[in-house]
């Protein structure tokens, strides 16, 4: 089952130094097989450039793929999927430590999916996103947004990571996802 990874804004993610982003070193762990295509605009982030990434990323893969977007990674993949793939098929999409982007959140509309994006989501297979409990980046509160948006996903909250989800507790929700198992 293909798995790819998508990253966070400011990061170039480098299989050959894990280590600078500790999620990816997690997800290689487990992973060794992870896709892990980097942004076109890693570093200055555009709309634009982020759903150019995610069209190359996500287009070519079937419908048994599992997509873990980290950050921008993962709310650009709900609005990659709600604009320009409606009803795209996975098997599975973890969001960790996503931003909203609708006004209640970080009211920067252009970066997130539209209003009302739910049902364009109907072709993924299952949804989880988790969140620290100490992010001090995309505060906790982000995940009751999306709760809201997708009310058939399930939702995680870790007691601690921060934004960068290093903590061990991360780990039995990305085996449980890897191996297509309940979540913990």
């Known amino acids: 089952m293909p798995t790819i990874f998508l990253h966070g804004a400011g ?3 480098d299989r050959d130094r894990p280590q600078d982003y500790p999620l990816l070193a997690t997800l290689l762990d487990l992973c060794p097989d992870l896709i892990v295509p980097v942004m076109p605009t890693a570093m200055d982030p555009t709309p634009e450039g982020w759903m150019q990434g995610m069209e190359a990323a996500l287009r070519p893969l079937g419908p048994d793929t599992v997509i873990i977007g980290h950050s921008l990674g993962g709310s650009s993949v709900l609005k990659w999927i709600a604009e320009h793939a409606p009803g795209f098929r996975a098997q599975t999409f973890l969001g960790l430590a996503i931003p909203h982007w609708g006004p209640k959140g970080w009211n920067y509309p252009d970066f997130g999916p539209p209003e009302g994006f739910g049902p364009a989501t109907a072709g993924l297979g299952r949804i989880l996103l988790a ?3 100490d992010d ?4 906790p509160t982000h995940l009751d947004l999306y709760a809201r948006d997708l009310p058939q ?3 995680f909250r870790l007691a601690d990571g921060g934004h960068d989800l290093s903590t061990p507790s991360v780990i039995p929700l990305l085996r ?3 191996a297509g198992t309940p979540a913990p």
């Open 11 to 13: 990061v170039i993610p």
């Open 136 to 139: 001090d980046t995309v505060a």
């Open 153 to 155: 996903a399930q939702l």
């Open 176 to 178: 449980a996802v890897l």
């Open 131 to 133: 969140t620290a409990e």
